[in-house]
T-cell receptor, first 112, second 112 residues
Framework: TQLLEQSPQFLSIQEGENLTVYCNSS?????LQWYRQEPGEGPVLLVT?????EVKKLKRLTFQFGDARKDSSLHITAAQTGDTGLYLC????????????FGQGTTLQVKP | NAGVTQTPKFRILKIGQSMTLQCTQD?????MYWYRQDPGMGLKLIYY???????DKGEVPNGYNVSRSTTEDFPLRLELAAPSQTSVYFC???????????FGSGTRLTVV
């Protein structure tokens, strides 16, 4: 069974600080996605990384896929209160069913 | 576009009752999924479908059933509700290209 472990599970920081969320597995994934979820809503896709070693930037968010395609990280620079939410990583295996395996999520609280 | 629409938003069931969670999408996506989300557990796949007439079990299918008679609709049926089925249920859809999921806004179900 493929598993994704996210760390930390909870993060409470002040506005302006930097942070990194990690997503680790012993399994290889064909691609990895990051989602952000706000209370009462479904997750919303932030990014998809496909190639080992790939780095993608989305404004203040930087996503990296590990060289071996087993792990990923999300780095936020100068966090803002609007970044508050639940961040989920999700890996796709080699099957053609589109199924995603989700990590347990990281709850981020950014205080003003 | 409406995207993925789930109804109802909230529901309270008594133990042993049955209900159907509705999910419809207007993006002509072949792939559809049902996940449940419990605190600190991420999203667990219940059932999925790769096209009309084709469904398969996910990680936690016991106590649930699905059907996919059209591309648009993917209802989830709960028979003989149990307290362990108290959760937030999300329906999602995706194209077969490996793109990200589009999620509905969820159904919060409580079984008492």
């Amino acid at each position: 069974t493929q598993l994704l472990e996210q760390s930390p599970q909870f993060l409470s920081i002040q506005e302006g600080e930097n942070l990194t969320v990690y997503c680790n597995s012993s399994s290889v994934f064909s691609s990895l996605q990051w989602y952000r979820q706000e209370p009462g809503e479904g997750p919303v896709l932030l990014v998809t990384v496909v190639t080992g070693g790939e780095v993608k930037k989305l404004k203040r968010l930087t996503f990296q896929f590990g060289d071996a395609r087993k792990d990923s990280s999300l780095h936020i620079t100068a966090a803002q209160t609007g970044d508050t939410g639940l961040y989920l990583c999700a890996g796709r295996g080699s099957s053609n069913t589109g199924k995603l395996i989700f990590g347990q999520g990281t709850t981020l609280q950014v205080k003003p | 576009n409406a995207g993925v629409t789930q109804t109802p938003k909230f529901r309270i069931l008594k133990i042993g009752q049955s209900m159907t969670l509705q999910c419809t999408q207007d993006m002509n996506h072949n792939y559809m999924y049902w996940y449940r989300q419990d605190p600190g557990m991420g999203l667990k796949l219940i059932y999925y479908s790769v096209g009309a007439g084709i469904t398969d079990k996910g990680e936690v299918p016991n106590g649930y059933n699905v059907s996919r008679s059209t591309t648009e609709d993917f209802p989830l049926r709960l028979e003989l509700a149990a307290p362990s089925q108290t959760s937030v249920y999300f329906c999602a859809s995706s194209p077969p290209t490996g793109a990200g999921y589009t999620f509905g806004s969820g159904t919060r179900l409580t079984v008492v």
